[in-house]
């Protein structure tokens, strides 16, 4: 099965940045898109950012220009710059792949998810 591990969540004060990190593994693994979505206690989950391997961009609505997304395509890693943060961007947020093992089918794929908390 492909993994996503996530890192970098936690505390922050509102305004404040914060970086997540993602790294997938797998064997034979082929990476086509990864990504960020993210759900607040009581909703549903949402689209953060998305980049594909021909590094196409999609950002939620919500972003604004504040969260930037990157990844090294050789590591099969995905990062998530997060700057202006505000207490509504409170939320578990989870890493996302689409990608492929030993030449299968490419699937979805989850992290366990990462919780940033943006309060003072």
């Known amino acids: 099965q492909v993994q996503l591990v996530e890192s970098g969540g936690g505390l922050v004060q509102p305004g404040g940045s914060l970086r997540l990190s993602c790294a997938a593994s797998?064997?034979?693994?082929?990476?086509?898109?990864m990504g960020w979505y993210r759900q607040a206690p009581g909703k549903q989950r949402d689209l953060v950012a998305t980049?594909?391997?021909?590094?196409?961009?999609k950002y939620g609505d919500f972003v604004q220009g504040r969260f930037t997304i990157s990844r090294d395509q050789e590591k099969y890693t995905t990062d998530l710059q997060m700057r202006s943060l505000e207490p509504t961007d409170t939320a578990i947020y989870y890493c996302?792949?689409?990608?492929?093992?030993?030449?299968?089918?490419?699937?979805?794929?989850w992290g366990n998810g990462t919780l940033v908390t943006v309060s003072s």
């Open positions: 996302n792949a689409v990608a492929s093992e030993n030449w299968e089918s490419s699937l979805m794929w």
């Open positions: 797998g064997s034979n693994l082929r990476v086509f898109q």
């Open positions: 980049i594909t391997r021909g590094g196409e961009i």
